[in-house]
């Protein structure tokens, strides 16, 4: 019993999670720049064009690693 009401508690913590995940990008932008989404982009729907605008607006201080994803994306055929 303890075991299926912790299988349960687990499936309910992780559909949120799951909802609220990027639709856009690769596992790189999402490896890479999580941190700096949240430092410089806290609050704004990954999925949105606003997210698209804050990342542009302050790329210049996100990390190497999430700029190199970024061109990386981007010459790859992203947005």
């Known amino acids: 019993m303890r075991s299926l009401i912790l299988a349960f508690s687990l499936i309910a913590i992780a559909i949120p999670a799951s909802a609220q995940a990027p639709k856009r990008g690769n596992a790189d932008l999402q490896t890479y720049c999580a941190g700096d989404a949240i430092a410089f982009c806290a ?20 990390s190497s690693n999430c700029r190199r994803a970024v061109e990386a994306y981007k010459s790859g055929g992203g947005k």
């Open 43 to 62: 609050g704004i729907d990954p999925n949105s064009p606003q997210m698209d605008a804050c990342f542009k607006q302050n790329m210049s201080q996100m």
